[in-house]
């Protein structure tokens, strides 16, 4: 473990299951989120591919089922990024999401934690901690990642459970899940040991230096993207009469001179950038970057005397509202014995710039004043309640009583998810806005809906964002299986069904985000040497259990294929397809039936 801006890990490669594991609850926090990131969690937590980006179609399948209603993930509504691509396969996703309704005007739901339950054997837990949020930033952002061992080093940790309990209360984590947290014995990294989590709820006034991290400190450095003069005071209790401070410009400028703090600066974080998946491509030791970005993101505190420090680190700037509240927030305090590790730390806060305050763009710190304004409009309306409606007519977006207040100070447009530049004014008084007309088929029904506003005073500040809407006249279950049958494609279809028979891939060296390939391109198995009472009652052998689990899915899955493949245009691998199919099926059924039925 290292401070070193060259030692990057991870957080996804940390989360991947080990060989023979697979999760059974995943439960993520973050302000923002990227949905193209979100699908790169899935395809890792869910996967078995070394390289996420990499998967294959049917991997993607695969991964999917692997996470389908044990992956939840928390973050501040109207916070989700507006993706350039790859929209049509993210509807998926649409029920992992969960906004936290948190008002930005007066607090913000900001903690950035991961919670994973591993099956295996052992049963393990991971839980990770910091101030990555997730999305395509390469920022540079520090976190904390714990596992639970039977290892004689492993050490208690009774606050993950009651984080669990309290902090992700939406991630509904079970009586006994809550049990095996409480019993946990945990790794830390080398060196280190957990002294506490501290967190709030949105709304929360626990502050988080309440007394020294460590008495009479003769070192402290400190690193936060954004601050204020409250929250730098409360840095001053940390155990040290003085602080070197790495921040940006623009922060500093804000706040500097201040008795006690030593301003020193690097560049400003870009944490809402988006994911290039054709980059992930290209970038084998990538994180979900572009562009290269050298801002610093993490908010840390360091207190070193002699050989000892400790650390706080997490989600928590150094302002009032992430201090002292009331943001939610979640940070880890460790106690340090590694000199090297804190040292690493101290050092590279030091290598920042002293802090010139004639280096402050004023045009850039103008524009920033004029986005966070912009946010205090959004946020109105988003106290609004929302809805989405899919009818015979079309997609209708119903607005709430009280909206007129938002629409009167900013230009609010609405589109539907997989139309993007479909763009729709919302305008004042309007109760609901008809973003489609016409039949919508259902693999392209969603809850997700985007959203544009734009500043009255300067047409060039303008936020896009996603958000999940309550709706009404969608069965989830079944658009996700159109669209998984949608995306396989008539092409795939045998490919499919070896995959669910076999455990084979034949889709392996294509990328999921790769276009369809024709079947001539790929050699596959006749539907006859498939499915032969022998291949049956080998694959049965070989894993009963998951056999009997893949054929109930199976026959879901083949109403979906046979909608999908009756929909024009009427192509020659449709008609294909739908002779497989029919013969198939029988058989499909037949063996379901004996194996469900008892016999």
Known sequence: MSFDPGSRISVFGALRPDAGQSISRAVIATYSLDLVALLGLVLVLGGDAEAEFENSPLGLVKAFDGVRGRLRVLHQVGRIIAPRAHRSILPLLDTMVEAIPANERRQSWHPKVALV?????????????????????????????LASSHDMAARPVRDIAKLARGLLIEGEFTASELEELRAARWLAPAGTAVRRLLWRRPGGGTPFISAPLLDGAEMASAISPFIDVTGLRQLLRAGSPSVTLLTNDVSAGSCAPLSGIVFRTRSAPEPETTVSVEQQAVDRTAEFIEPVSAGVHAKMIAVTKGKRSTIMLGSANLTKRGLLG???????????????????????????????????????????????????RIALLLECK???????????????????????????????????????????????????????????????VSFRATSLTDPTVQRCWVLSLPVTGLDHDRRDRALLTRYVGASRFRDWLRSQLEGLDGTAGERWSDGLQK??????????????????????????????RRTAGMIAMLDSFQETFKEPPDEEEKRAALADLSDVRPFLQAVHDAIHGGA
């Open 326 to 376: 009331p943001n939610a927030e979640a940070v880890a305090i460790l106690d340090v014995t590694d000199t090297a590790l804190a040292g690493s730390l101290h050092s590279f806060v030091q290598s920042g710039f002293e802090f010139d305050p004639s280096r402050v763009d004023e045009d850039l710190a103008e524009l920033e004043e004029s986005e966070r304004q912009l946010d205090e």
């Open 386 to 448: 929302l809805g989405l409606e899919y009818e015979v007519g079309g997609l209708t977006l119903t607005v709430g009583e009280g909206a007129d207040a938002a629409l009167q100070t900013a230009r609010f447009e609405a589109a539907p998810f997989l139309a993007p530049d479909a763009w729709v004014r919302i305008e004042t008084g309007m109760r609901s806005v008809r973003l489609l007309r016409g039949n919508i088929v259902l693999s392209e029904q969603t809850s997700l």
């Open 519 to 548: 079947t001539h391109e790929r050699k596959i198995s006749r539907i006859s040497e498939m499915f032969t009472l022998e291949t049956m009652l080998s694959a049965w052998a070989r894993d009963p259990r998951g056999f009997e």
């Open 117 to 145: 339950r591993y099956n295996g054997d052992p049963v393990q837990w991971r839980f990770w901690i910091g101030s990555r949020n997730l999305t395509g930033s390469r920022d540079l952002d520090a976190g904390l990642l």
